[in-house]
């Protein structure tokens, strides 16, 4: 899975990033050069279940699921009409889904693309410029349906007209295209276009240190829900500058930072946590004395797919897997009292791996 942070200048992407990634790249007062480099990093993806299995085998390594996560740079008002527009649409386009960040935060220091801080404004500036790239898309690609039909060619083309001149009246109406319900085969169609809109995004609201909770950000998060509404978009608030703090401290202070502030865990858990479940994603495990590790697949994945997950080898020789469910095996405390109680499932190619699932494939290469 991979990520993409998207935002205005100075929203605190960067910020985001650091606190997603436990990277620490330089965060500026002024907004970057355009044409920067954008920065990659993997986001370790906490599980405590990870965390109990490994307590349990006490293996040599601990391995948790990753995600990719690119901070996106080069976006800003007027983007989709600008020379740059080609660089930054391809890293959007790049990604499976946008955290799209917006500045509530109120720091003089800090420049405002806008000069102040209006989150609902800044987050349609940018939702309108990924529905403008979106419509010139259409546009070029009509016209080309219209030269090729001119010419007689444009016979198979018919679907792809009237799917595309749905999208564009959806567009017009200043929506994106992620809330339009498509068939598989208009997803074919659709597809190679490259639409940005049609990414799946989660929106975050980044708070002042002192906002955090408060009516102030309530009121802001129901702004910002309300212009969401029916742009399936998920909506929550963090402050990234105290994230990205976290970020950086060893596990043991992070621990009583959270609790002076009165949090539970990080909100950066949350964000990872919603983007895999806005993705579809679900994780199983691998366990034993050498590693414990989690490996993320797409919810509906079959036993010998999954299986290739971990090794080309596995998913061609696969010939049965060996399950149980976390919570059961958590239930009975360990593997061998599960295999005991028969607690073990044999499962076969078809079978459809559940989110938490241990397994341990049987395989002949
Ligand atoms: N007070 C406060 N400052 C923040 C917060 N998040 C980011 N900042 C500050 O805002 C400035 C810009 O943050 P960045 O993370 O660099 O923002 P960006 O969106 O990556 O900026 P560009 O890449 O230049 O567009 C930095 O000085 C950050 O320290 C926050 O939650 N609270
Ligand atoms: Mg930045």
Redesign the pocket.
Known sequence: MRLGII??????????FNALTGQNIE??????PIG?EPHIGMIKVPDKRIDRLSAIFKPKKTIYADVRCV?I?GFSKGISGSHQKTSVFNQIWDVDAIIH?VRA?D?P??AHPDRDIDPVRDASTLELELIFNDLELIEKRLERIAEATKKGLGKNLDAEKKLLTRCNAHLEDERPLRNLQFSEDELKLIRPMQFASLKPELVVL????KDIKGGKTEEAINRLREYFKGKDALVFSL????EMELSQMPQDEAVLFLSDLGIEEPAMNMVIKEAYELLGLISFFTVGEDEVRAWTIGNGINAVKAAGKIHSDIERGFIRAEVIGYEDFMNVGGMVKAKEKGMLRLEGKDYIVKDGDIINFRFNV
Do not use: H, M
């Open positions: 935002g205005l200048p100075n929203s605190g992407k960067t910020t985001i965060t500026t007062i002024y907004p970057n920067e901070d740079t960040v935060f720091e220091e800090v980044n708070v002042s240190e402050c990234g500058k105290i």
